[in-house]
């Protein structure tokens, strides 16, 4: 990994902050779940747990409580995903834009996500994201890594020592409390999968641009 060195980070969660990946991720669940025999995921429950770690979704969303059988599905999942529920997603309206102002600006562009790092990159490789963005950082198979440990290691990647010269944009309290613990700073989105429209704090595409100059003092 070459450092860089950059003066300011914006860092975005991937699944409901950059793309809404759940029909690819329903449609994944749906298959993973009938090739084990069991039944549909209940679409309202399943929504609410997009963007925390997998087993988290299969055992909560999904009420699967068998750890050995959360395993397995992990792993038909992620195989089910890769090969074709990553096409299924939607581009949020205004981020192109957003990724190419904060690009002009020359801050490093990171995202930190729990989704499976390979995954994560096919899927913005397909959506032609990728482009915009100097790293980019998921969980690894052994799922030793964190969403806070990777916000800290796409800062070091970036040579930004301190961690309040960069904010991270999230539509979750998982996304919060990541910020927290790494102590960068944080921006709530209204659009995704945790917070809403009536999160007073939270805010739609087309006010990030504002209120991240105004965090990290760009011009």
Do not use: W
Request: overall charge negative.
């Amino acid at each position: 990994m070459i450092k860089k060195n950059f003066k300011k980070a914006v860092i975005f969660d991937l699944d409901g902050t950059l793309l809404d990946t759940y029909p690819g991720m329903y449609i994944s669940a749906n298959k993973s779940l009938a090739l084990m025999g069991k039944e549909e995921a209940d679409p309202v429950e399943f929504r609410k747990f997009i963007g925390p770690p997998l087993r988290v979704s299969f055992r909560v969303g999904c009420g699967m409580t068998d750890e050995n059988e959360i395993e397995q599905i992990c792993k038909i999942f992620l195989q089910v995903y890769h090969d074709e529920g990553y096409k299924h997603a939607d581009i949020y309206d205004g981020l192109i834009p957003l990724l190419e102002e904060l690009k002009n600006k020359g801050v490093y562009l990171g995202v930190a996500t729990m989704k499976r790092e390979t995954n994560a990159i096919r899927l913005l490789d397909y959506h032609k994201l990728s482009v915009f963005f100097d790293g980019i950082l998921g969980s690894d198979e052994g799922y030793t890594r964190t969403k806070s440990s990777n916000i800290l290691s796409l800062l070091k990647e970036a040579g930004i020592e301190n961690p309040q010269d960069a904010v991270m944009i999230g539509d979750t309290q998982g996304d919060e409390s990541a910020a927290e613990k790494s102590g960068v700073q944080f921006i709530k989105v209204n659009y995704g999968y945790g917070y809403t429209k009536e999160t007073t704090d939270a805010y739609p595409v087309k006010d990030l641009l504002e209120i991240i100059c105004n965090k990290l003092n760009l011009e």
